[in-house]
């Protein structure tokens, strides 16, 4: 894009301008808000739900933020997904919001998180959780039919009909219809008479609205169609009223999947039979927060994008970071000749991963020549540190010494019991999310433990890297453990399937100690000694895996409804847990997904 001698920015691309000279805060109050009744149409729900079709500059977006965020009777939350196939930059961004000075602020914080927008869906968080924007990257179609979900308002914004028909397309627009309930509102600029007649046929009732200058007419609408709709598939469930939800299981998973529900309003306990949280795999006492990358960009690759995207929100908003995470990058060692990036990515972005430097192998301590990719998007945390946070949320209530034996199914819910048949709680909806323990509640599912030791302690030695790196094992090094004190490090870890011993034994520990040494010999060399004399502990957790190694988000029968699974993270949880989280609750309360449909898909319970 281009800024005119003028301030009009304008589109190389499509010769046309983003907005005119009266202003786009205008334009988004006058024609969208304006157009679809708000901010007095979401006056008391839940939540409000809007679909845009062409982001630009962001500041329909922002105006609409800005508008919830002015009002007391504002919806819990705010869904607001938006299509675009050419993001801008995020110098960009600010300089359309400058104008603005009631929109400065929110812009920077868009710009905070306008990083890595690869094709696809990209999430990002704002409020506390309470405003979440979906930016779905690529073609409109494309994009239309990833998405899922009944809005409330339709945007249709984009450069005009004549310069970019594709947007304004008979097939677009009816993609668009198929988000509409009856009552949706919608709004655009554009009172071009194709476009009229394409959204009076898939079901809209119109009106003619004075634009603003220079356009004498904008367009407003009611999805309000004369015959009855039929829908392709079953109706999304959508809980309107929260209420109490138990957890099962105080490990990553469970902890935000309490926090995504009691941001929507649930009373969460979550339940576990140990005395505190994160006493089962998640118990770590460090970990490595990294993306898998493949050269054709797998479901898996996509997946722990999306996975830590999610997550990094939370640890920013939540951590302290240096203390509890850090944003350190993760170097990965490869075998040689393989460095599994897709082709064309580079550190120019906006992926986020490419083949490591010399520079970055030299920081590192390993040779110029080892073939290795550069995470720019991922660090270490302290797992425990994550789950404590989220069960600190409003409305997450923690249980210890709560060991779940069975649930039944009665005519208000659910009720959990102890071995000795007492009643723990009475719920409407349960979710599990035990780890291994998962499959007493739902035998059917593929789980599979997998045992895993590590080997860690303390030494603040120089040799060993500041950077964590991963591949064959991994080494984190350099972690605040206590103030003033040694810094801690830890190596590891092995893969024991369908083990569940919690014991340390000494072949583990020698496998960790060769991995160790062919990953990172200096620091393996460092280390020697304090493995000699017995300075270095071990930590035995069992994770627990699916049959095809995705997590588990689903429902656990039809005919049980309200008992929901979280389950089967693998050595994934800090990728996955947020993400899962996220996406439970978009399915309980018909909220536009945070993965295209078909990533949704894959990790259903459905599918096994």
Sequence with gaps: MAWRSDGVPRSERFDDIYHTETGALAQARHVFLGGCGLPQAWAGQPQWRILETGFGLGLNFLTTWQAWRADADRPRMLHFVSVEAHPVGAGDLLRAAEAYPELASLAQELVGQWHGLLPGFHRLAFDEGRVLLTLCIGDVQAMLRAQRFEA?????????????????????????????????????????????????????????????????????????????????????????????????????????????????GWRVTVLDAASRPASGASGLPVGVLAPHVSPDDALLSRLTRAGIRATWIELERLLQEGRDWRASGVLERRPEGDTRVPAGWSDSGPNESWSASTGQLAAAGLPADAPAIWHGRAGWVRPSRLIDAWLREPGVEFRGNASVARAARNADGWQLFDAADQLLIAADRVVVAAGFESGRFAPELPLQPVRGQVAWGHLNAGALPSTPLNGDGHLIARVPDAEEGPLLWLAGATFDRDSTDLAANTDDSTANRDRLARLHPAAAAALAPAFERGEVNTWVGVRCASGDRRPLVGPLSEAASGLWACT?????????????????????????????ATLAKALGTQRL
Excluded at 203 to 211: A, M, P, T, V
Excluded at 213 to 233: E, I, N, S
Excluded at 569 to 582: I, K, M, V, Y
């Design 152 to 264: 409330d308002s339709l945007f249709l914004d984009g450069f005009s009909p004549q310069q970019n028909p594709a947007m304004w397309s008979p097939d677009t627009l009816k993609a668009v219809s198929r988000f509409a309930r009856q009552g949706t509102g919608l709004a655009t600029w554009t009172y071009a008479r194709a476009v009229r007649d394409a959204l009076s046929q898939n079901g809209f009732q119109l009106e003619r609205r004075q634009g603003l200058p220079p356009k004498r007419d904008c367009l407003g609408g009611v999805f309000a169609p004369a015959w009855t709709v039929r829908r392709r598939g079953p109706v999304p469930e959508r809980i309107a009223t929260p209420g109490r939800c138990a957890v099962i299981g105080a490990g990553l998973a469970g902890a935000a999947v309490a926090a995504s529900l009691a941001r929507r």
């Design 568 to 596: 089967a993270l693998g050595s994934r949880g800090l990728s996955f847990a947020a993400l899962c989280a996220e996406l439970l609750a978009a399915q309980w309360h018909g909220e536009p997904l945070p993965l295209p």
